[in-house]
Nanobody, 120 residues
Framework: QVQLVESGGGLVQPGGSLRLSCAASGSIFSIHNMAWYRQAPGKQRELVALIGSGGNTNYADPVKGRFTISRDNAKNAVYLQMNSMKPEDTAVYYC??????????????WGQGTQVTVSS
């Protein structure tokens, strides 16, 4: 199994910045895609940003140019740097990792979520 621990959420004013972190641990053989999703109240969970094992990235249109996803393969960690934040970025942010475990099975795993609130 794989466990994900997220950190870095909180309250920030419009225009401010936050950095989310997510560290994976457990019976990991290799990690493929790493991603951040978010879910606002009353809305479906949506992809925010994804980074492949080779470092290729993909962003949702609303965050392009403001958010940056990165990963540290040595630490099995993924980060989301959020700049120029807007009230509509308010949501619970979830880390998602697709990993192969030591038994050679591949599955997706979710973090517990971290609240991000953008408000003055």
């Amino acid at each position: 199994q794989v466990q994900l621990v997220e950190s870095g959420g909180g309250l920030v004013q419009p225009g401010g910045s936050l950095r989310l972190s997510c560290a994976a641990s457990g019976s990991i053989f290799s990690i493929h895609n790493m991603a951040w999703y978010r879910q606002a109240p009353g809305k479906q969970r949506e992809l925010v940003a994804l980074i492949g094992s080779g470092g290729n990235t993909n962003y949702a249109d609303p965050v392009k140019g403001r958010f940056t996803i990165s990963r540290d393969n040595a630490k099995n960690a993924v980060y989301l740097q959020m700049n120029s934040m807007k009230p509509e970025d308010t949501a619970v942010y979830y880390c998602n990792v697709r990993a192969r475990t030591l038994d050679m099975s591949t599955s997706g795993y979710w973090g517990q979520g971290t609240q991000v609130t953008v408000s003055s």
